[in-house]
């Protein structure tokens, strides 16, 4: 079985209706029609000796077509799951920005569609990318990625566990 590394960014933001992620619909054929667990958090893989971190921002941006926006990097740990004989290792931090999900211009890739005519087409990475609460964004994640939502929630409750402590 064959391991592979991804990287990303899991970006939130903080408003008056409490905190929302940044999750990108995949793009291609094959989640065109899809929405429920469809979703994921713009990340991408590298090679082992490559740093995660840096192999992050890489892939935010070339997922998004953006920059990761300014801010503290908080580490999310990893998740590994597999699918049809390979396992992945992810590696997320959260970061906290704003990002206007219009000015997206997505990456591309290349893939044989449809399967076996010999045809090659090129489809954007993320189709689309939206602002969802984490309750929304739980069911539209793959499965694989939901524990980063649970660990971003936990480190918001944290800080403010801690700052309504210094009140």
Not at 60 to 88: A, C, H, I, M, N
Request: hydrophobic share 35%; charged share 30%.
């Amino acid at each position: 079985m064959a391991e592979k590394f991804s990287a990303g960014v899991l970006l939130y933001r903080r408003g008056g209706d409490g905190v929302e992620v940044l999750l990108g619909h995949m793009g291609g054929p094959l989640w065109a029609k899809k929405d429920l667990s469809a979703w994921s958090i713009p990340k991408g893989e590298y090679e082992p000796d490559e740093q995660p971190r840096a192999a992050a921002a890489r892939e935010f941006t070339e997922e998004l077509g953006l920059p990761v926006p300014d801010g503290d990097w908080t580490d999310l740990g990893q998740v590994r799951y597999g699918s049809g004989g390979s396992r992945k290792t992810v590696t997320v931090w959260a970061v906290e920005g704003e990002l206007d999900t219009a000015a997206i211009v997505p990456g591309t890739f290349e893939m044989e569609w449809p399967p076996r005519s010999g045809r090659t087409g090129v489809f954007p990475e993320i189709d689309r990318a939206e602002w969802f609460t984490p309750e929304i964004a739980r069911e539209k994640l793959v499965t694989g990625q939901r524990p980063f939502l649970d660990r971003l929630t936990t480190h918001l409750d944290r800080l403010t566990t801690h700052l309504d402590g210094d009140a």
